[in-house]
């Protein structure tokens, strides 16, 4: 049992070019998130998907794009990077059986990205 | 509008030495409330967390928080640190609306004295 599993583990981009952040959990769980993290400034939801087939934009999603490719797997695109997106990017998953914010999320963990 | 607030960016404490890490939160209703820990280069690994019952929760690693609704805090202690606990904690507050969701604080970063 994996958990949450994310690739790659780190990457160094240049300015303008564009790559994706591959998650994927094991757990069977609906929904799934991505978070950055910064210095000081704890994690910011970029995007999330509360079931499959769902997606929905967070505290900071200018500049992402993300895609619920089945129950297990949820993708963040950068399409083209800019250095204010050096951060570490995390992504996470829960099963919100009590609905609303009751779940437990489980993190990945993750990927450390650079843009020169 | 919900928000989380950490007072302590760092703290010191030495091996041995009781811990509390501070967490304020601001939220309309009833909050669902988490303590998360990362450690260097590592993912957030849930410590505990409170629903609704008992305001004393024990996670974890032997920590506990205690849920104050008058003083809308939700502060972690631990009795006697172990330098393994060097690390960030953060606290997070769950939203009970239509998205699910945590906010999360800035973190505090434990430093642990040999």
């Known amino acids: 049992n994996a958990g949450v599993t994310q690739t790659p583990k780190f990457q160094v981009l240049k300015t303008g070019q564009s790559m994706t952040l591959q998650c994927a959990q094991d757990?069977?769980?609906?929904?799934m998130y991505w978070y950055r993290q910064d210095p000081g400034m704890g994690l910011r939801l970029i995007y999330y998907s509360a079931s499959e087939g769902t997606t929905d934009k967070g505290e900071v999603p200018n500049g992402y794009n993300v895609s619920r490719l089945n129950k297990r797997e949820f993708s963040l695109r950068l399409e083209s990077a800019a250095p204010s997106q050096t951060s570490v990017y995390f992504c996470?998953?829960?099963?919100?059986?009590?609905?609303?914010?009751?779940?437990?999320?489980?993190f990945g963990p993750g990927t450390r990205l650079t843009v020169l | 509008a919900q928000s989380v607030t950490q007072p302590d960016i760092h703290i010191t404490v030495s091996e041995g030495a009781s811990l509390e890490l501070r967490c304020n939160y601001s939220y309309g209703a009833t909050p669902y409330l988490f303590w998360y820990v990362q450690s260097p280069g590592q993912g957030l690994q849930l410590l505990l967390k409170?629903?609704?019952?008992?305001?004393l929760v024990q996670g974890i690693k032997g920590f506990e928080a205690e849920f104050k609704r008058s003083q809308s805090s939700f502060n972690l202690r631990k009795p006697s640190v172990h330098w393994s606990d060097a690390a960030e904690y953060f606290c997070?507050?769950?939203?009970?609306?239509?998205?699910?969701?945590?906010?999360f604080g800035s973190g505090t970063r434990l430093l642990v004295r040999p």
């Open positions: 996470a998953s829960s099963d919100p059986r009590g609905g609303g914010g009751s779940d437990t999320q489980y």
């Open positions: 997070a507050v769950g939203r009970m609306d239509s998205s699910y969701k945590l906010i």
């Open positions: 757990m069977n769980h609906n929904s």
């Open positions: 409170y629903f609704s019952g008992d305001t």
